[in-house]
């Protein structure tokens, strides 16, 4: 007992350390969010979505009901998309940006139904009643949103839960390499596991992935902090371990695959860059069909 007490403690200083660091990057993307907001706030609006209001699911956030004081946890509201068919179906779970949910999100689902899979449109934001993320939705929780989900698609029939993926967007794809850190898996000890995560353009902590992870950045990137984060995993890459691939796009902007072209947020333009779009997606299906 005493030896697994001490083995909790040292992992969770681990953690600890290396989640700061992760907290870091985040903080400076949100303290120059907040100077910039109004404009912010006004591209967050291009494209904004909202969940099927017929078509919604609840569950709810982290791998139980309660928290460890016992109290209910927040309950998420997302949206499924289903391939016709019994199934059962490999499936995605999508997490949105500091802003909400966007036509692009929506598009991905429907792509991914159009592939063979079901799609988990999560509503992370909305479910708390937030505009936004900058001081309301960190990594953590929607890592917690992403087990959640776990949760609640292996209660679906039509689930093969054994082939669950994520996806995210900014700080959805931060949550999203979150979710699938060994060290959470220890620390916690959740006994089940994400088939693969991919992300655009996230903020990357500094430690080991329990999955082959994808990312996509454009070098053009206003996120500067994040995609210098993305490069020193690259370069630290444990020999051996979980495949790690990103994909950097020359000249491409933030939000790259989001259709808008905006002259200046947070000091650089966000661009639409429909080559460097298309080819994620090709990239995407050729990982999903690697790893599935």
Not at 77 to 97: E, R, S
Not at 143 to 168: K, P, T
Not at 185 to 205: D, G, M, S, T
Request: with cysteine.
């Amino acid at each position: 007992m005493g030896d697994s007490k001490q083995k909790g403690e040292r992992t969770m200083a681990i953690l600890q350390a290396k989640y700061r660091s992760l907290i870091c990057v985040l903080l400076v993307v949100a303290s120059i969010s907040v100077i910039d907001g109004l404009n912010a706030a006004a591209l967050a609006r291009q494209g904004e979505i909202k969940i099927d209001t017929k078509d919604r699911v609840e569950f709810h956030s982290g791998t139980t009901s309660t928290d460890r004081s016992g109290k209910p946890t927040i309950i998420i509201n997302a949206q499924v998309f289903k391939p016709a068919g019994d199934g059962p179906f490999p499936a995605l779970v999508l997490f949105h940006d500091c802003y909400g949910l966007h036509v692009t999100h929506k598009k991905w689902a429907e792509r991914l139904v159009e592939w063979g899979y079901v799609a988990l449109l999560v509503d992370s934001l909305g479910s708390r009643g937030l505009e936004d993320c900058l001081l309301g939705l960190s990594a953590w929780d929607i890592a917690n949103d992403a087990y959640g989900a776990l949760n609640y698609l292996e209660s679906l029939d039509f689930v093969d839960a054994n082939r669950v993926g994520l996806i995210g967007w900014s700080r959805g794809g931060s949550g999203t390499l979150s979710a699938v850190s060994s060290d959470l898996q220890e620390l916690f000890n959740i006994k089940r596991k994400f088939k693969v995560a991919i992300a655009y353009y996230p903020a990357c902590p500094s430690w080991d992935f329990y999955t082959p992870v994808l990312v996509f950045f454009g070098d053009n990137d206003v996120l500067q902090s994040y995609f210098l984060s993305c490069k020193e995993v690259v370069k630290k890459k444990t020999p051996g371990g979980k495949s790690f691939e990103m994909k950097i796009y020359p000249g491409a902007s933030h939000a790259f695959d989001y259709g808008l072209n905006v002259p200046d947020w947070l000091g650089k333009p966000i661009t639409y860059d429909p080559v460097a779009e298309k080819d994620a997606i090709e990239t995407v299906k050729r990982f999903l069909d690697k790893h599935f």
